[in-house]
T-cell receptor, first 112, second 113 residues
Framework: GNSVTQMEGPVTLSEEAFLTINCTYT??????LFWYVQYPGEGLQLLLK?????DKGSNKGFEATYRKETTSFHLEKGSVQVSDSAVYFC???????????FGSGTRLSIRP | DGGITQSPKYLFRKEGQNVTLSCEQN?????MYWYRQDPGQGLRLIYY???????QKGDIAEGYSVSREKKESFPLTVTSAQKNPTAFYLC????????????FGPGTRLTVL
């Protein structure tokens, strides 16, 4: 069935470091892919999305490219800030489905 | 401002009691969802509703019930049959055809005493 696998956390980086959070998926056909972010004590917010192969989603300095050949949607940011500390969820939506599938989340902590 | 609200933010329940969590949205969205989040884990789908007066079970519906009498409201009842109800509960809504773009409420943290 359809599934999403994220790298396990927590991930701890220093401010201004480069960030990569890996996400791979299993799905038939061409799902849409998403990254959501959850700040402490809050609900999730959509960070970025990509709906077809080779699309790049971007927002707030974060980027992710939909790679069909490697079934991946890795999240990257060139220079992280303390305010980026949160839990990040990769997710997919298969076109004929009515519900989104979330990964298990990756906790990111940024040291000043 | 348009958005999705959940109340209360914190809820305490004694064992054996039913409790209802509120979820309201003024985004005019058709679809609404309830998720459960346990510490250090991802989201698990409890119930969802794509239209008023209709709803479907998600992956972990046992011990929960919902209703969808109005488009704006999708309350979740945690019944005494739910053996481990302590968790963070998130409600979300989706509008139009972009089902992946979910708008989340701030969540309700339920603790069973």
């Amino acid at each position: 069935g359809n599934s999403v696998t994220q790298m396990e956390g927590p991930v701890t980086l220093s401010e201004e470091a480069f960030l990569t959070i890996n996400c791979t998926y299993t799905a038939t056909g061409y799902p849409s892919l998403f990254w959501y972010v959850q700040y402490p004590g809050e609900g999730l917010q959509l960070l970025l999305k990509a709906t077809k192969a080779d699309d790049k989603g971007s927002n707030k300095g974060f980027e992710a490219t939909y790679r069909k050949e490697t079934t991946s949607f890795h999240l990257e940011k060139g220079s992280v800030q303390v305010s980026d500390s949160a839990v990040y969820f990769c997710a997919l939506l298969y076109s004929s489905a009515s519900k989104i599938i979330f990964g298990s989340g990756t906790r990111l902590s940024i040291r000043p | 401002d348009g958005g999705i609200t959940q109340s209360p933010k914190y809820l305490f329940r004694k064992e054996g009691q039913n409790v209802t969590l509120s979820c309201e949205q003024n985004l005019n969205h058709d679809a609404m969802y309830w998720y459960r989040q346990d510490p250090g884990q991802g989201l698990r789908l409890i119930y969802y509703s794509q239209i008023v007066n209709d709803f479907q079970k998600g992956d972990i519906a046992e011990g929960y019930s919902v209703s969808r009498e109005k488009k704006e409201s999708f309350p979740l009842t945690v019944t005494s049959a739910q053996k481990n109800p302590t968790a963070f509960y998130l409600c979300a809504s989706v509008g139009g055809r972009s089902l992946g773009t979910q708008y989340f409420g701030p969540g309700t943290r339920l603790t069973v005493l």
